[in-house]
């Protein structure tokens, strides 16, 4: 009798573990479609916006390039050697050491030179066409230019642009050189030293990219996707719109200090829910 009712005991306790398992898994599984049916509900939000905009702005960071391979360089990818992108994308770090800061940015062109345009790019080209659309992006591996997009507005430069470093008057203006490996190149108007066209840490963006991306913030619909929104001035375009009385919008993997000031926020990825959005239209 009593080894009957251990059995019975035990048989219990396995059935109550197999039904709270059932109730875990089922319960996940019910969240899990609640948080799809928000997403799914946002994404046709965003589209009806589109749908219905004359003026569509949308601003990029490095999240959209993160599926084409090119690294986002915070964290772990903030590494090169021992060193962070802070401590060599500076005027200070290039006086010091020039050949090092070159020898990082060879090592990224010839990264970004094997990466291709992704989904989102795709999307965010064929939107680009749009009459009443800007796009403003903080990258500077000119994928979206690779994906054919239109009227860019590159707040930080190009890695595929080069500026004399003694900014002798016809060296100011960027040239474009695509060649890599490409090892300390120099002005070909003066020969001194050549520098990468882009917005090092400590400098000032250009005033027209700055007036640029400032117009378009009088829209109807600004999405920004894949941007941390705490590099300003950047960041802070996003709240510009929302006093022109723009619909707002985020698309990032993680939430930021903009995700509680927008419209509607998305956590997925740029080349998963852009794709989404553009199917409804």
Same mark, same amino acid.
């Given at each position: 009798m009593i080894d009957d009712v251990r059995i019975d005991c035990a048989m219990c306790a396995m059935l109550n573990r197999s $039904?709270? =398992?059932f109730i875990e898994i089922d319960g996940a599984m019910d969240i899990s479609m609640h948080t799809s049916s928000i997403i799914d509900a946002r $994404?046709? /939000? $965003? #589209? &009806? =916006? $589109? =749908? &219905? #905009?004359?003026?569509l702005t949308i601003m990029t960071g490095a999240g959209v390039s993160a599926a084409s391979g090119v690294p986002t360089f915070r964290g772990q990818d903030g590494l090169w050697r021992q060193y962070r992108a802070e401590d /060599?994308?500076?005027?200070d770090a290039f006086a010091r050491n020039p050949r090092l800061v070159w020898e990082w940015y060879d090592w990224r062109r010839q990264l970004i030179a094997g990466c291709r345009p992704n989904a989102a790019h795709d999307v965010i080209a064929r939107w680009s066409k749009r009459h009443g659309t800007a796009v403003i992006t903080q990258n500077v591996d000119d994928l979206h230019l690779a994906a054919g997009t239109q009227g860019l507005i590159r707040l930080h430069g190009s890695i595929w642009e080069l500026a004399c470093w003694g900014r002798c008057p016809q060296g100011a203006t960027p040239w474009r050189d695509d060649r890599v490996p490409l090892d300390q190149p120099r002005c070909p108007l003066c020969g001194q030293l050549a520098r990468p066209a882009v917005v090092w840490f400590g400098e000032s963006l250009r005033r027209e990219d700055v007036e640029a991306a400032t117009s378009a913030t009088a829209c109807d619909v600004f999405l920004t996707v894949g941007t941390s929104a705490i590099v300003y001035p950047a960041a802070g375009l996003v709240h510009e719109a929302r006093r022109?009385? #723009?619909f707002t919008a985020e698309i990032n993997l993680e939430a930021t200090p903009a995700s509680s000031a +927008?419209? +509607?926020a998305i956590q997925g990825s740029a080349e998963e829910i852009l794709p989404a959005i553009h199917r409804l239209l």
């Open positions: $039904i709270n =398992r $994404i046709q /939000l $965003i #589209a &009806e =916006r $589109i =749908r &219905e #905009a004359t003026r /060599l994308a500076t005027p022109h009385g #723009a +927008v419209d +509607v």
